[in-house]
């Protein structure tokens, strides 16, 4: 916030501008992540980092789901650019993100992803960081 | 991230707004960039539009060549000249490199010679570097009448007409699929209410010729039907026409674009919600969704 303080000398205004407050914070990234919205699936929460996450059937995966039309390696979540993305690791049944069938997509707030039936939910916060 | 690595032919979106460019926050998800499409099949790059939206795009084709340490051979097929459509192209980094070759398609039928538009935006009044500062081998080719061969791709075009100034639609075509780029036209005038004139019903069956089963159409949508009332000649269609049109065409897939500057991302969403129903289950299925920037198809 700024204090605008004029002084007149007869002919020209100047003004003053004096720095009262600083913001002490700044909005950043606080998590990002997943939420399974399938009701045969456990209630869990997946956070998203900077490292990838492959999502699938097999025992490799960082995200295991044991559903039939789950490809072994379904879908990939990645950082990249500063946001994330997912994209189809050339599954069988596809990858879709609020019903559009996708190779990848930038996620947004609320996307919804369906692969082989399971839906996940993209969620992003944000908190401010103290300076 | 590779963009060409996939057989597949890839279809990304890199700006889907018409206009003028519109960042922040109610427009985070469908984007703020002007328009701009890629599409891909293995080496064969093709860029539609330079709108802002194109400058994302240099950078991603840079990052991956760099990696490969290989020259770029790109095409941009321009579908008119108009700001919104040319105003990423000085941003355009591959634009600066000199073992980039960069041609550029446009209609032979302007008042003003291709080239000459091109640069008049780089004329140092309204743009810091000029056009011959672009290290890249660039052409810039005025289409005849022969179609285009690019790799597997093969373009066919046609002008439109119901567009300030006219504007061209394109044809992409590669392994029996179909693209279609058809935006900047008001096709209200073709297929809208009121009785229609003898050319105006020919060059609506031109059209739907054009579009006929295309795999996927991305098309101008820029109005509501209310929002159009006002703003006939403008060049840009009401959604409720476009969609009609596809639909009687027996498009597969519709990507509504070129959104209006004041059309929210809820605003976007509510639209999409509204019309995917009635388009979504009917017995010749035409999928239908409201374009945005970062997302990647495969056709």
Same mark, same amino acid.
């Given at each position: 916030?700024?204090?605008? #303080?004029?002084?007149?000398?007869?002919?020209?205004?100047?003004?003053?501008?004096?720095?009262?407050?600083?913001?002490?914070?700044?909005?950043?990234?606080?998590?990002?992540?997943?939420?399974?919205?399938?009701?045969?699936?456990?209630?869990?929460?997946?956070?998203?980092?900077? $490292?990838?996450?492959?999502?699938?059937?097999?025992?490799?995966?960082?995200?295991? @789901?044991?559903?039939?039309?789950?490809?072994?390696?379904?879908?990939?979540?990645?950082?990249?650019?500063?946001?994330?993305?997912?994209?189809?690791?050339?599954?069988?049944?596809?990858?879709?993100?609020?019903?559009? $069938?996708?190779?990848?997509?930038? *996620?947004?707030?609320? %996307?919804?992803?369906?692969?082989?039936?399971?839906? +996940?939910?993209?969620?992003?916060?944000?908190? *401010?960081?103290?300076? | 991230?590779?963009?060409?690595?996939?057989?597949?032919?890839?279809?990304?979106?890199? =700006?889907?707004?018409?206009?003028?460019?519109?960042?922040?926050?109610?427009?985070? &998800?469908?984007?703020?960039?002007?328009?701009?499409?890629?599409?891909?099949?293995? %080496?064969?790059?093709?860029?539609?539009? #330079? =709108?802002?939206?194109?400058?994302?795009?240099?950078?991603?084709?840079?990052? /991956?060549?760099?990696?490969?340490?290989?020259?770029?051979?790109?095409?941009?097929?321009?579908?008119?000249?108009?700001?919104?459509?040319?105003?990423?192209?000085? @941003?355009?980094?591959?634009?600066?490199?000199?073992?980039?070759?960069?041609?550029?398609?446009?209609?032979?039928?302007? /008042?003003?010679?291709?080239?000459?538009?091109?640069?008049?935006?780089?004329?140092?009044?309204? @743009?810091?570097?000029?056009?011959?500062?672009?290290?890249?081998?660039?052409?810039?080719?005025?289409?005849?009448?022969?179609?285009?061969?690019?790799?597997?791709?093969?373009?066919?075009?046609?002008?439109?007409?119901?567009?300030?100034? =006219?504007?061209?639609?394109?044809?992409?075509?590669?392994?029996? $699929?179909?693209?279609?780029?058809?935006?900047?036209? /008001?096709?209200?005038?073709?297929?809208? &209410?009121?009785?229609?004139?003898?050319?105006?019903?020919?060059?609506?069956?031109?059209? +739907?010729?054009?579009?006929?089963?295309?795999?996927? *159409?991305? #098309?101008?949508?820029?109005?509501?039907? /209310?929002?159009?009332?006002?703003?006939?000649?403008?060049?840009?269609?009401?959604?409720?026409?476009?969609?009609? #049109?596809?639909?009687?065409?027996?498009? &597969?897939?519709?990507?509504?674009?070129?959104? !209006?500057?004041?059309?929210?991302?809820?605003?976007? !969403?509510?639209?999409?919600?509204?019309?995917?129903?009635? @388009?979504?289950? %009917?017995?010749?299925?035409?999928?239908?969704?409201?374009?945005?920037?970062?997302?990647?198809?495969?056709?």
């Amino acid at each position: 916030m700024t204090k605008w #303080a004029e002084k007149r000398d007869g002919f020209t205004t100047t003004v003053e501008m004096v720095r009262v407050n600083i913001p002490e914070s700044v909005p950043v990234r606080e998590r990002a992540y997943l939420q399974i919205l399938s009701p045969q699936e456990r209630k869990r929460v997946i956070e998203l980092g900077e $490292k990838d996450i492959v999502i699938g059937r097999s025992p490799e995966c960082d995200i295991r @789901f044991i559903v039939e039309n789950v490809s072994r390696k379904h879908a990939r979540v990645f950082f990249h650019n500063e946001e994330f993305m997912i994209e189809d690791l050339e599954s069988t049944n596809g990858l879709f993100v609020n019903g559009v $069938k996708i190779v990848r997509c930038a *996620l947004r707030n609320n %996307d919804q992803i369906d692969l082989g039936g399971v839906k +996940l939910l993209f969620n992003e916060e944000k908190r *401010l960081q103290p300076r | 991230m590779n963009l060409s690595g996939q057989t597949k032919t890839l279809v990304t979106f890199w =700006g889907t707004r018409g206009s003028i460019s519109t960042p922040g926050r109610i427009t985070e &998800k469908y984007g703020g960039n002007t328009p701009c499409v890629s599409i891909h099949n293995q %080496d064969t790059v093709i860029i539609v539009d #330079a =709108g802002t939206g194109i400058r994302n795009l240099g950078l991603e084709l840079l990052r /991956e060549a760099n990696g490969k340490g290989s020259p770029l051979t790109l095409h941009l097929f321009l579908s008119h000249t108009h700001w919104d459509h040319i105003q990423g192209l000085p @941003f355009f980094q591959p634009a600066y490199r000199e073992s980039t070759r960069l041609t550029i398609y446009g209609s032979s039928k302007k /008042e003003m010679f291709l080239a000459s538009v091109l640069k008049g935006q780089m004329d140092y009044e309204y @743009f810091p570097v000029s056009m011959s500062t672009l290290t890249a081998d660039i052409r810039i080719q005025e289409m005849s009448a022969e179609r285009i061969r690019l790799g597997p791709i093969e373009i066919d075009w046609e002008e439109q007409v119901y567009h300030p100034a =006219g504007s061209v639609r394109y044809g992409f075509n590669v392994y029996g $699929k179909r693209i279609v780029f058809a935006t900047d036209v /008001e096709l209200d005038l073709m297929f809208g &209410k009121g009785k229609k004139t003898e050319k105006e019903k020919l060059h609506a069956e031109q059209y +739907l010729r054009f579009i006929h089963g295309a795999d996927l *159409l991305i #098309a101008d949508g820029q109005f509501t039907e /209310e929002e159009y009332s006002d703003r006939i000649g403008w060049g840009h269609s009401s959604i409720p026409v476009v969609l009609e #049109a596809a639909f009687s065409a027996r498009v &597969k897939q519709l990507a509504i674009f070129h959104h !209006d500057p004041q059309h929210s991302d809820k605003f976007l !969403d509510e639209m999409w919600m509204k019309h995917r129903t009635r @388009f979504g289950a %009917d017995e010749h299925d035409m999928d239908l969704f409201w374009a945005r920037e970062g997302l990647t198809l495969a056709i």
